[in-house]
């Protein structure tokens, strides 16, 4: 298993940008795909991105894709999430997770093992 902690969650305004920051610790961190989800109050966890184990492939939910990009710096195990052009639809508690490698979807919250605490992003319209 790996350990994450978020960092980098705040409070923004509509249209203004915030980037997080997902520290690992553990060998496995450079061989995982990375992702990273968020959960609003009363809603189910959901997609938000994710990045191949060596950076060159990434993915994106459809309500992100143009404004978010996620990155990865193996030398420091850590995978980030740049957050531009923010909306009140974005304000949820963010979640990096390391994908459990068994060829689940990238997509699917059952597909990855090991979780952060989360960071709270709130955006004000």
């Known amino acids: 298993q790996v350990q994450l902690v978020e960092s980098g969650g705040g409070l923004v305004q509509a249209g203004g940008s915030l980037r997080l920051s997902c520290a690992a610790s553990g060998r496995t961190f450079s061989s995982s795909i990375m992702g990273w989800f968020r959960q609003a109050p009363g809603k189910e966890r959901e997609f938000v991105a994710a990045?191949?184990?060596?950076?060159?492939?990434?993915f994106y939910a459809v309500s992100v894709k143009g404004r978010f990009t996620i990155s990865r710096d193996n030398a420091k195990n850590t995978v980030y999430l740049q957050m531009n052009s923010l909306n009140s639809e974005d304000t949820a508690v963010y979640f990096c997770?390391?994908?459990?490698?068994?060829?689940?979807?990238?997509?699917?919250?059952?597909?990855?093992?090991?979780w952060g605490r989360g960071a709270q992003v709130t955006v004000s319209s």
């Open positions: 990045i191949s184990s060596g950076g060159g492939v990434t």
């Open positions: 997770a390391r994908h459990a490698g068994s060829g689940g979807s990238y997509g699917y919250v059952a597909s990855y093992d090991s």
